[in-house]
Structure formats: C-alpha cells, structure tokens
C-alpha cells in the first residue's frame, strides 16, 4: 500500500496543525488506506500533479477525521457516565456512550472530507474508468 503524503506534506502545503508529528504516519497510512478502498486504488496509478495534489489533501483531510475520532472515543471510554445503581447486592449500569452512532458519524464525515477533494477527478467512479482502469493506448 501506498501512503500518499508526509507530515512535511501536511505541515507546509495544507497547512495542517492538528495531527502531532509523531502522530501523523499512523494515521496517514489509515487514511491512505481508506483512500484506496473508495478509489479502488487508482491513485496509484494518477500521474497528474493536481490530481495527486487532490488526493495528497484528501489523505490530510481524512487523517485528521480518524485523529478526532480516536481522540473522542477515548475520552468516552475513560469518562463513562453511571445511568443507574442499585445498593442491594450492589449494581451499576453505565450510559450507552453511542459509539455505533459515533463511528457512523465518523464515517460520514470521512466520505464527506473525500468527496470534497476527490470529486472532480473521477477517482470515485464506481464503474470502469477509461481514465484510470484501461491501459493507455499504444
């Protein structure tokens, strides 16, 4: 699998500030690798520069998403809210923090982030692309 950018990438060219240095490979290769699903890998073949530009920003774009993510979800995990309890034989139940409803948020906003850089490049075409599928004519 390819990792579409660096943090030199994300620091200087889109201006990303979020993500901690240290941080950034882990979840530039998550992102790269949710690129490639969606795109059924044809960036690897992309070799226009404002295309790969799109999909360097679409990769930042995404790894940022999978950072608030996973710092939300800890935060959930640690702070759980009690619901209920019961002294008699001692029981507590914890609030349901959602995560199902969190992840289908996170995930939306993923698609959302893609869509808004890779849109015009045919990268998300669902059937077989001329552009990106069939070999070059000789």
């Known amino acids: ?7 030199a990438y994300y620091a200087d060219e889109y201006a990303g500030d979020e993500i901690p240095e240290a941080s950034f490979p882990k979840y530039a290769k998550k992102a790269s690798a949710v690129i490639d699903r969606v795109t059924f890998g044809r960036p690897r073949v992309v070799t226009d520069e404002d295309i790969l530009n799109a999909v360097r920003d679409a990769v930042c774009a995404v790894a940022e998403c999978l950072y608030k993510f996973d710092a939300t979800r800890a935060t959930d995990e640690q702070g759980r809210e009690i619901a209920s309890e019961n002294n008699d034989g001692y029981s507590v139940t914890f609030r349901n923090t959602g995560t199902a409803d ?15 850089y890779l849109a015009d490049t045919g990268l998300l075409y669902r059937g077989i692309s001329r552009r990106y599928d069939l070999p070059a004519p000789v």
């Open 102 to 116: 969190a992840q289908n948020a996170a995930d939306a906003a993923v698609m959302d982030v893609i869509q808004t």
């Open 1 to 7: 699998m390819r990792q579409y950018t660096d943090y």
